[in-house]
């Protein structure tokens, strides 16, 4: 199973919008309705940030939102503040009964 | 408040085995599917293994097929994973997570992780 594809490295100001893109295949993140997108700070536990392409979990900020089209799902930070700093992960269930992870994004807030 | 704790990690020869632990409070384990993900030193996540509610289901990455096999005990809240014929890519800290309901709907939350080291 070949990891999804994300940006190595993106970067924003702050009070800017930074988009994080995902793909896939049609065997996961397009078939599915089931990506999820993981913040992670250094030396820190992964925390989920978005699940099913467009639920935030309680008690995290709505400046993040994430969408979906066909093989490509995205993460947008609006506003960006210092501490989303961080690498994030996007995950899609499979096909195959798996998960997939993506390859990581670290983001630079300038 | 949800907690998962690792343990059994350490430094363990190529070829040999381990078995790792998650104690699971402040929710009702048995509900919710489990799971293992692995981060290598310096690298992204790599999901492991899920196991339903009950047990009967169980998933795995086919780099850890047939090497590795995950179970839990719903009576002493406890998810297990057995690594067996261990090499150097195994290395990496092991997280216990949490299934929000079913293994395909996000993990939330994650444990601290217990280090693996496969090294001679």
């Known amino acids: 199973q070949s990891a999804l594809t994300q940006p190595a490295s993106v970067s924003g100001s702050p009070g800017q919008s930074v988009t994080i893109s995902c793909t896939g295949t049609?065997?996961?993140?397009?078939?599915?309705?089931?990506v999820s997108w993981y913040q992670q700070h250094p030396g820190e536990v992964p925390k989920l940030m978005i699940y099913?392409?467009?639920y935030r979990p309680s008690g995290v900020s709505n400046r993040f939102s994430g969408s979906k089209s066909g093989n490509t799902a995205s993460l947008t930070i609006s506003g960006l503040q210092a501490e989303d700093e961080a690498d994030y992960y996007c995950s899609s269930y499979t096909r195959r009964s798996t998960l997939v992870f993506g390859g990581g994004t670290k983001l630079t807030v300038l | 408040e949800v907690q998962l704790v690792e343990s059994g990690g350490g430094l363990v020869q190529p070829g040999g085995s381990l078995r790792l632990s998650c104690a699971a409070s402040g929710f009702t384990f048995g509900a919710y599917a489990m799971n293992w993900v692995r981060q290598a030193p310096g690298k992204g996540l790599e999901w492991v293994t899920t196991i339903s509610t009950g047990g009967d289901d169980t998933y795995y990455a086919d780099s850890v097929k047939g090497r590795f096999t995950i179970s839990r005990d719903n009576l002493k809240n406890t998810l297990h994973l057995h690594l067996d014929s261990l090499t150097a890519e195994d290395s990496a800290v092991y997280y216990c997570?949490?299934?929000?309901?079913?293994?395909?709907?996000?993990?939330?939350?994650w444990g601290q992780g217990t280090l693996v080291t496969v090294s001679s």
């Open positions: 099913d392409v467009t």
């Open positions: 049609s065997g996961d993140v397009g078939g599915f309705d089931y």
């Open positions: 997570a949490k299934s929000r309901f079913t293994m395909a709907q996000g993990f939330d939350p």
